[in-house]
């Protein structure tokens, strides 16, 4: 199941998923801080503007398979989707190019 949540507002967005997410697994989460500390629920959040990479969302999935260890299920959860790349921004090929 895929939810795709598009607001301008950062913490209605969080708020609704927050929701969601209690919904879904019967959980009593009230801040968006209490997801982070799960092991079922593993997120990947940048800040705005930052670029995701392939390799990110790569090692979402292989934490995604394993059998859930306290919840029903698993959950991904991808901040600010609208910032993944397959390669990432500028900055970052910059920076891997002075890196090197």
Known sequence: ?????????????????I????EYLGTSFEKFA???GNPDIHI???TEGESIKIEDVKQLQKELIFQPFKEKYQ???????????ARGTERDVESARGAG
């Open 34 to 36: 209490q997801l982070h």
């Open 75 to 85: 959950l991904g959860i991808i901040c600010y989707a609208h910032n993944m790349t």
């Open 19 to 22: 929701g969601k997410i209690n």
């Open 1 to 17: 199941m895929t939810h795709l949540l598009i607001n301008q507002n950062v913490n209605l967005r969080r708020e609704y998923l």
């Open 44 to 46: 990947i959040e940048f």
